[in-house]
């Protein structure tokens, strides 16, 4: 049995007030003692900083970790994913080590920015052994792609071994990605859903994303039309038509945890669907949505009529890095009217929730993981005003009650 106790300035449990002076008591990892330290009391103290809940950052591409700058251009975004298309190509070598080095890379990132658990777009070349014994937990989302009704069976087949390896570690827990309305065959959505269903699996899938998006599900036509046949990826006789992202919805619906990632464009009879379903989340990655100049994001309005909102940091494709923590400073920044705590959440137990592992995750609580991180301040005055700002540093992550 392995004791460990730590103290600091301020605990911020998110579910309870903070604690000042606080002190967080462990054992094997596990969260025993959240309470006010006692005068002279041994403990490790980690100083003049503010513990909170390790961050969760649920959607990310960490095979693109190695990029030293975003995908251009931005805009229009075909011509963004033909620039990340082309990446894959040219670096994804059979014998490349550049998508195995940069899982671990992009991993060990996320872990010093205060990150201990990690929603994950896995993709073709995707291996657990390349990441490191120790750090954030991770949720690996095999991505499935394919409009070709021949394509349907080998997904499903990959996609079923992918999910027969749930329970084999304690580090990686293994669900689905439909990519995205424009990159997936309706038989196929259909078919992760019931494979999700027969695994308990969660999924996640990129919505809503852009006006191109749109227009191709109500139309058929448009940007992405064009892109997919210079890929050769059209389906000869098309894709139905008059859809709209509410009909996806609907197919999500079903699968036992649904992630809908982005949710730039959701209107409000798709927000009320989502706010009416717990076991669905919208994962909001706000530097990702400036870097593509989106219009403003629904995100307050889904807060409002009750949708667990969670936040990502996608990838470095499309972000200059993998700190979730910038994304809180970035919110603060543009949202001053939005309470700390309110963010905060977001950052952490919303993110549990959106993943199903609000059980051991999310809080500072006992019974918990000890997933914590620890926060300097850029100055004095109220604790949770200076939280998040430009001047505020993680100086320490724990992953499981590990330094």
Not at 99 to 128: H, V
Not at 238 to 261: E, S
Request: charged share 25%.
């Amino acid at each position: 049995m392995t004791l460990q106790r730590l103290k600091a300035k301020c605990i911020f449990p998110v579910d309870r007030p903070p604690i000042e002076n606080g002190l967080i008591e462990t054992v094997d990892g596990i969260i025993t003692t959240v309470r006010m330290a006692e005068p002279h009391e041994t403990a490790t103290d980690l100083g003049d900083v503010v513990v909170l809940p390790g961050l969760i950052n649920a959607h990310t591409h960490l095979e693109f970790s190695r990029v030293a700058q975003p995908f251009q251009p931005a805009r229009p975004f075909t011509d963004w994913i033909r620039s990340l298309v082309a990446y894959r190509r040219r670096e994804f070598t059979p014998n490349s080590t550049v998508q195995r080095d940069a899982l671990s890379t992009g991993a060990t990132e996320a872990e010093s920015s205060g990150t201990t658990l990690l929603g994950e777009i896995a993709t073709s070349g995707w291996s657990d052994v390349t990441l490191s014994t120790h750090g954030p937990r991770i949720f690996a989302f095999h991505e499935l792609i394919g409009l070709h009704s021949e394509a349907v069976e080998l997904q499903i087949k990959l996609a079923e071994e992918w999910l027969a390896r749930n329970g084999q570690s304690d580090r990686v827990t293994f669900g689905l990605s439909p990519h995205a309305p424009y990159s997936v065959s309706p038989e196929l959505l259909q078919g992760s859903i019931e494979l999700a269903k027969r695994f308990e699996a969660p999924v996640a899938m990129h919505l809503a994303e852009t006006h191109e998006e749109l227009e191709f599900l109500a139309d058929g036509r448009g940007p992405f039309v064009e892109m997919l046949k210079s890929f050769s990826a059209w389906p000869e006789g098309g894709l139905p038509t008059g859809r709209r992202p509410l009909d996806i919805l609907r197919i999500l619906a079903d699968a036992p945890r649904a992630l809908v990632v982005h949710g730039n464009y959701l209107v409000d009879d798709e927000i009320e669907f989502i706010a009416a379903r717990p076991r669905m989340s919208v994962v909001y990655c706000p530097r990702t949505h400036e870097f593509f100049g989106h219009e403003p994001h629904p995100w307050l309005k889904l807060l409002d009529k009750g949708t667990n909102v969670a936040l990502g940091t996608d990838g470095r494709g499309s972000n200059p890095d993998l700190s979730l923590w910038k994304e809180l400073v970035f919110l603060r920044e543009r949202f001053p009217d939005v309470a700390p705590s309110t963010l905060l959440e977001l950052g952490t137990l919303a993110g549990a929730r959106a993943l199903g592992c609000e059980h051991d995750c999310g809080t500072i609580t006992p019974g918990k993981r000890a997933d914590l991180v620890a926060v300097s301040l850029g100055g004095g005055g109220d604790l949770l005003e200076e939280l998040m700002t430009t001047d505020s540093q993680i100086v320490r992550t724990i992953c499981g009650g590990k330094m």
